[in-house]
């Protein structure tokens, strides 16, 4: 069974940086994508960041310089770098893993920034 556990959430001021993880257990393919997404009150879910297996990585325009995306594939383990925090960066942060034909969602952490 595959579980992601997202942890590093919390409560910011504008201008400051968190750094979320996200551990993966269980067996998962070693070619997915790995990706961040996060919803906000009242907002649907959107994408935040993708990386590949490989290392390539993709941004949503609004964090594009602001957050890294990368990945320890020993580990396991997918981070978020996010610095720069602004209050629209509030919401609650889920991971995802693709593999194969099988999706898997993190159970989500809260990211409060304040002005």
């Known amino acids: 069974q595959v579980q992601l556990v997202e942890s590093g959430g919390g409560l910011v001021q504008a201008g400051g940086s968190l750094r979320l993880s996200c551990a993966v257990s269980g067996s998962i393919f070693s070619s997915n994508v790995m990706s961040w997404h996060r919803q906000a009150p009242g907002k649907q879910r959107e994408l935040v960041a993708t990386?590949?297996?490989?290392?390539?990585?993709t941004y949503v325009d609004s964090v594009k310089g602001r957050f890294t995306i990368s990945r320890d594939n020993a580990k396991n383990t997918l981070y978020l770098q996010m610095n720069s925090l602004k209050p629209e960066d509030t919401a609650v942060y889920y991971c995802?893993?693709?593999?194969?034909?099988?999706?898997?969602w993190g159970q989500g952490t809260q990211v409060t920034v304040s002005s």
């Open positions: 995802k893993v693709s593999s194969g034909l099988q999706t898997y």
């Open positions: 990386i590949t297996s490989g290392g390539k990585t």
